[in-house]
């Protein structure tokens, strides 16, 4: 209670503070993992919020990270709109139908209040139970899609990615609803307790740098504005070579940018360089090539190179280049950790 | 005169109603299907491809290049067969099952038809049994398997396990983000392209 009380530090000061004590903060981006040391199924967690609960405390008792977040989940928005998702056991949900065909087929959806969704309220549940739940120490992170990502599933990736070129107007138009559903579900997220907003615009990367500033980087600014006073801090992660992409992403007015792995093209110190020093940026050792492929000593290593690389730019935090899939050994994520902590 | 750079211009510009009238025009005047091909909608997409290798364009502009060059390709293909233009080779092309991502294997379907393959596109989803009945079916010399996922790649190894046991013989492509020169040695594929342009080449490979 107290804690909450003084002013929180935002994401940057802890940040600097950290690299001015030869620290550095470590956030994997882990969910699936916790349903590994669970037992439990993706399925299960994504549906009940006791069982994501539980898989997040697990994850944070064994590797004391510096933010945890709720698992990543790119259906969940769309899927309170009604759209068609699969379910499978142990993958996340998909949508696997995308009914737009033109601007009027979005009226249908106008109506509906997705806070009232189940899995919403389960998402915002599961927030505000880590919030209550873990140590003071751990920032609550929580994950919301992007516009142009969301604006992919209701009309299809690739037709958005040509409507950004032959139709601006009608992707516009996607883009500015998805913001409104955006939006509403941001401010419950932020209400539950949420510290950290990551947005997650995964398909975002397709586009160039001029569609990107249009359709997802001149939204997220929006969304940004709306709750700059709400102590809360963003992150804009999207996953692929977005190195084309960097300046527009830095600029939106988010605290920090998550980038991917070096083996898309993205190279973070030059990232580093084009973000400029007051936006953090976060990445990027490879998901599954070494974090659920490689041994503890090829993690150790890659960590490693990685942090040296990064010793002369204070804005950084250590973490991975997109979401942890299951079945990422937890010796591997000891492996990350540890070497986050001993390294100075 | 029909004029073939106004069509590689259609192209470029991701105009399908142009690139769809001047084929037909050209074809009107009696103009060869090859030519019609060749100058036109490959010069269009080629200088496409160079522009993006340079950063000039992104994704969006050649998917909309590609399905300028689609439309014309559903008028030039009959009319290139009856010329006798024979494809250069047969292939068919899937996303493995339990993957749902086609972007990047419709590019791959289009620059293979674009440098004269005959290509069947199987959709996304494909079970290795569907892939092996297709290509029972089409008889294909190659066959191109795309996976976006790191958890879909083991569908491919069972694809090709699967094409393999029941004794067809074809030329097994991979290709996708996730996928490396390394896993397709590791499953037994016979090639691997990282992007669309080497598919060209990889598939040309195949037919020496
Ligand atoms: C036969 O021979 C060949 C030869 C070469 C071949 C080839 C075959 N196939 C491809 N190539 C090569 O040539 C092409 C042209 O040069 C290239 O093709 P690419 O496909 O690589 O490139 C395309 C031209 C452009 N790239 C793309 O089209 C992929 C872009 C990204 C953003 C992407 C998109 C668009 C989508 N996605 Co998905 N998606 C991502 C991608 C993230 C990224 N930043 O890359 C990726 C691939 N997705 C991912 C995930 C996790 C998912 N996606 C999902 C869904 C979707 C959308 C439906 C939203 C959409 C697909 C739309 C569609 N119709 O394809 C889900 C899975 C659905 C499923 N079961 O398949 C879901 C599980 C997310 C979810 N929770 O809903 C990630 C995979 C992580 C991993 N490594 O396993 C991902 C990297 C993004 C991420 N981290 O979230 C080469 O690879």
Redesign the pocket.
Known sequence: MVSSMLKRKSLNERVFDAYAQKRRLAVPLVGFPGCDLLGMSIKVAQQNHGVHYDCIDALVNQLRPDAAFMM????VEANALGLQV?FPIH??????Y?PVRKVEDLDKFRSINILHDSRIQSYIKTVEMMRMGLPDDVLVGAYIIGPV?LA??LE???QAAMDSVIDPDKLEALCRFSTHIIQEYTRALINAGADLLCI?E??A??LGPSQFERFSAAYVRHIIENYKYAGVDTIYH????TMHLIEAMSRSGVAAISL?SPQ?GVDMVKAAQLAGPDVVVMGNVN??AVMKEGTPEQVRTACRSLLEQMREIPNFILSTG??L?PGVPLENMLAFMQTAREFN | MADLKALADAVIKGNQTESVRLTKEALAEKMSPKRILEEGLIAGMGVVGVRFKANEVY?PEVLISARAMKMAMEILEPQLAAAGVDPIGKAI?GTVQ????????N??IMMLKGAGFNVEDIG??VSPDAFVEKIKASKPQIV?????????MPAMDKTIQSIRQAGLNCKI???????TQNYADKIGADG????????VD?AKSFLN
Request: net charge negative.
């Open positions: 990543m989940d790119l259906s699969r993958e996340s949900s998909t949508v696997e995308h990502t992919g599933l299809g990736a690739e997650l995964p398909t990367v397709i999207i996953c692929g070579n991917d898309t998901p599954t997109c979401d899939p | 994704i092309i339990g993957d749902l991502h086609d972007i990047g294997k590019l791959v996304v989803d191109g398997l795309s996976a976006l996922l790191t958890t879909t492509m991979i290709g996708g983000a996730p996928v691997y392209a990282p992007d669309a342009a080497t598919a990889v």
